[in-house]
């Protein structure tokens, strides 16, 4: 062993969006046929949320270089 942790790698962004509609659907007790609303609402979320990310990493870095 050479000391290295193996951490888990990232989600891609769609296994984020598939584990999330996942959990929708199962917080509304599993109803059939709603799959691609939970999909569409899922992706909405996942976007939402990485974009916030990204906006955010945006101002910080903004903020160390001093623009």
């Not at 000391?3 to 598939?18: A, K, Y």
């Amino acid at each position: 062993m050479d000391g290295m942790i193996d951490l888990p790698r990232p989600l891609t962004e769609h296994e984020e969006i598939e584990s999330l509609a996942y959990r929708l659907y199962e917080d509304e007790g599993k109803p059939e046929g709603r799959a691609d609303e939970h999909w569409v609402k899922a992706e909405e979320i996942v976007h939402a949320q990485r974009s916030a990310i990204a906006a955010t990493s945006e101002r910080t870095e903004s903020a160390i270089a001093g623009d």
